[in-house]
């Protein structure tokens, strides 16, 4: 993810960055499968840079083997994609700010 006009996030900024995508990511995955029905639910967020701010986010989901009709891997991918769009959004929010 690059952006211009942003300034140089702090580390408190960054952190909050990578937890946004994180919850984003997890709470679309909640809202898909139910607790009971996941075997592991690993996710992670990190970021690299500063300009240009590289963000990367990676899912992985284990669901119980009674589940069976839910692709797997095409949850992760939709997460991951609400992981950026949440992180985009915080972005945009923080140019606005600096714009001020």
Not at 27 to 46: F, M, P, W, Y
Not at 61 to 90: G, H, M, N, R
């Amino acid at each position: 993810m690059e952006n211009t006009g942003l300034p140089e996030l702090t580390s408190d900024q960054t952190e909050k960055l990578c937890l946004i995508a994180e919850q984003a990511a997890r709470k679309h995955v909640h809202s898909k499968i139910r607790t009971k029905d996941l075997e592991t639910l690993n996710i992670s967020a990190g970021v690299k840079g500063e300009k240009p701010l590289t963000l990367s986010v990676e899912v992985d989901i284990t669901l119980t083997p009674q589940i069976t009709d839910i692709d797997t891997k095409e949850l992760a991918k939709k997460a991951v994609k609400k992981a950026f769009a949440s992180a985009e959004k915080y972005l945009k929010e923080l140019k606005c700010r600096s714009q001020k």
